[in-house]
């Protein structure tokens, strides 16, 4: 049979457990009101938060025997009470849902990271002389003027710097600007007009702004004509060198001007619009959002996530993933959003509003308008092939998680991988690292270093690992995995320890790769590399992890962040040791 059929039947009234029926009394004493409900394990942790429109009938179908998919089903299991907070409409429980999950960070709940960080151009009209600013976080406010993100390739950076010398403009920061009683060297090269010293006035100096800002406004022609004036006047003054500079940055200037100018990536709007589409395949869904400003197609974004992590249809899950986006960046917020979803799908687009509370700002939100048929269709099949070529290249972490799983034998996808590497020198400064996965990616507010007790006799690599294990257990929120950096020798050590704290989590190893030195008939030595091991207790065989490319990535990056974090610290503690130790040590006489 097939496991998807088989994962979505519902669970007969007989093997339910006394705590799912408990639960679903409970529930059906809730309110009809909408609102948020907060799912907690054992240990009083929130596993997984929720919104409803009636929140009776939401909760009470996690245990009754109504149809779940399998994510529901194991998600149940690990539910022994739960919390609930009313709303007054459905938008107000979307807002205060999506709050929670940032708070909280269920396990159970899919974290919309975004790791694109694109370059902006920046203007603090505050300021009495502003300067063009390249900034990758930007922080809106009032009188900050932001033009952008630009995409790799756009070579915003050259174009900055061509922009400030050739319209002579503040360079310096504010606190140089401001402390400045003499024209810097700038000045003297003609790459300034010292504003610090009152050598232009600041009609003149908004003048020249200007024209750097035409270029990011949609109106670079006007700034190409001033510098080809400026071209031909040096010309005829017969400043040579001057004009063949300005003919160079003309180029630059007008490639990039040109750059995104194309008749499939231009609107007659000179609007901020995001188009929005996703697609969903047999695993996965993608979805792509793509950005037109001041009608130009500047880029793109893209996420993806588990099909067995939708709880309710996939348009309710877009639109919670987009309020996660757009209210969880400061920077780039469009006055328009378009997507392919229809007004039927959710309430929230019935009123065509999305209001980011946040950001002080309201979001216009369109179900499918004609004029971006064809933009709109870009995007989703941009979906499709981001997905298309990530599982052709098995680039998709589920791929590897579930192989995982199907590995150790678990009822659920592990989400949150832990990797551990001790590093230690003949006894001396012992540390530890501690890397932590979420869902295939690294989680850097998770990693930690733990400096480890030395110990009389020096290498001990179970009082060692048990210190290690007892002070990470401390801290709560254990993993569904842990991994540890070595052999057989390692793992059942790592395991042994575990199961004298009882902390039923399963542990695995990678083996480091063997270096093999052969020599030809030439005598010419050649290194051979054997293959990247996986060490699974109970298995009788190591598993060979290029059979699975997607796991292969993540437990070997994992690996070598252990290595790359534990060293960092451990180098520091060595260092310090020997400095200590000589500074302790008698002046000869």
Known sequence: MNDSVKDNRPIPSDKRSIQTVKMEEKARLLPTKPGCYLMKNKAEQIIYVGKAKNLRSRVLSYFNNSAKGPKTEILVTHIVDFDFIMTDNDAESFVLENNLIKKHAPKYNIRLKDDKSYPYVVINTNEAFPRLEFIRRVKRGKGIDVYGPFVTGSNIWEVLSILTKSFSLRDCKLSDFK???????????????????????????????????????????????????????????????KAAQIRDSLVILNEFANNFKQSNAELDSDRNIDIVAFYQGEIEVDLSIYMMRNGILLGHKN????????????????????????????????????????????DLLESGLLTLEKMDKTIRVRPPLKQYDSLLNLTRDHAFEQQRVRMLHEDSVYVGLNKLKDLLGLKERPVVLECYDI?????????????????????KSKYRHYHLQELPEGNNDFAMMKELIIRRSDNGDLPDVFIVDGGLGQVNIFKEVLKELNIPIPVIGIAKSKVVKTKDGFKNEDIKRSEERLIIPGRANPFMLNKNKSLFKI??????????????????????????????????K
Request: proline content about 4%.
């Open 179 to 241: 402390t400045r009683k003499e024209p810097c060297l700038l000045y003297q090269m003609k790459q300034c007009s010292a504003p610090c010293v009152d050598k232009i006035s600041k009609a003149d100096y908004e003048k020249d702004l200007n024209l750097a800002r035409d270029l990011f406004s949609g109106v670079g022609a006007k700034t190409l004509r001033e510098l080809e004036k400026r071209m031909q006047k040096a010309a005829e003054d017969e400043e040579f060198e």
């Open 555 to 588: 437990i070997v990056q994992m690996r070598d962040e252990a290595h790359r974090f534990s060293r960092r610290l451990h180098h520091k503690e060595e260092v310090k040791r020997v400095f200590n130790k000589k500074k302790l040590r008698p002046k000869p």
């Open 303 to 346: 996420f993806s996530f588990s099909n067995l992590d939708i709880e309710e249809s996939a348009e309710d899950l877009m639109l919670n993933y987009l309020f996660q986006y757009y209210t969880g960046t400061y920077d780039s917020l469009p006055q328009l959003i378009v997507t392919h979803m229809s007004a039927e799908s959710n």
């Open 423 to 443: 590093a230690i020198f003949q006894g001396s400064s012992p540390t530890a690292a501690q890397i932590v996965f979420h869902d295939g990616k690294p989680d």
